[in-house]
């Protein structure tokens, strides 16, 4: 039995791959969200250690952790300085330290059984590519994100610890009129090769395919999901 640890699995990619786990064989998993596990918040310092803890006492140890809890939020320069650098902070916080910290508290069970694991860290295109005027801060938590992930790889693989990103471009998380219109309609597809963003589903099938079978030499690998509109 492969016991798992996800984080943000209430909505969007977070409940798609918590799908997708669902009908994997021998696989438990505790989700974490006010809607579908272990609620914990990651803009306190205490949410990530109580919701490593609350997962380890349900499922004795864990062998996978899937990071994917993120927020993109607009943070504007014209603000004033004290609202900028809360917003950026907040970002950091949330999808990089948060991540950050479990994946410190996993390496670290997973040295003290004697045993190997599997990391895999939901980043972002913006990791390579950038974002929006309004979105450094998440562009630079996807990176940092992704960086983390090669760090571990690197440092840890001799001990059978193993860390892979997944890079999604945009994904269609909510109603498609809605989702398209919002950021550019034909604009956002004109950018896309493939002609249409990502299901959640496609990202789903990377990040269990990396959590579950695939091959250890594949340790340090970034999967980009964005039907080609950045190749690497």
Not at 45 to 66: C, K, S
Not at 77 to 83: G, P, R
Not at 100 to 121: D, F, K, M, S, Y
Not at 203 to 228: C, E, F, H, K, R
């Amino acid at each position: 039995m492969t016991n798992i640890l996800l984080t943000g699995s209430s909505r969007g990619i977070g409940a798609a791959i918590a799908d997708a786990l669902s009908t994997a064989p021998n696989v438990t998993f505790v989700g974490h969200g006010t809607r579908s596990g272990i609620a914990a918040d990651f803009d306190d310092p205490a949410g990530p250690r109580h919701l490593w803890d609350t997962a380890l006492a349900q499922l004795g140890t864990i062998d996978v952790l899937i990071n994917n809890a993120g927020v993109f939020e607009a943070n504007p320069i014209d603000q004033d300085d004290d609202a900028w650098v809360a917003n950026w902070e907040r970002t950091m916080r949330v999808n990089l330290t948060a991540s950050a910290e479990l994946c410190r508290l996993a390496v670290r069970h997973w040295q003290e059984r004697g045993t190997g694991g599997r990391i895999v860290n939901v980043a972002s295109r913006a990791a390579y590519r950038g974002d929006s005027p309004e979105h450094w801060h998440y562009a630079a938590s996807k990176a940092g994100m992704v960086a983390m992930t090669k760090s571990i790889a690197r440092g840890y693989a001799v001990q059978g610890i193993l860390a892979f990103a997944v890079c999604p471009g945009f994904t269609m998380t909510g109603m498609a009129e809605d989702y398209l219109s919002s950021r550019g309609g034909d604009k956002l597809l004109a950018d896309i090769p493939l002609g249409k963003v990502a299901d959640p589903e496609e990202v789903a099938n990377a990040v269990t395919y990396l959590a579950l079978t695939a091959p250890p030499s594949m340790t340090g690998a970034v999967i980009d999901v964005n039907g080609a509109s950045y190749v690497r």
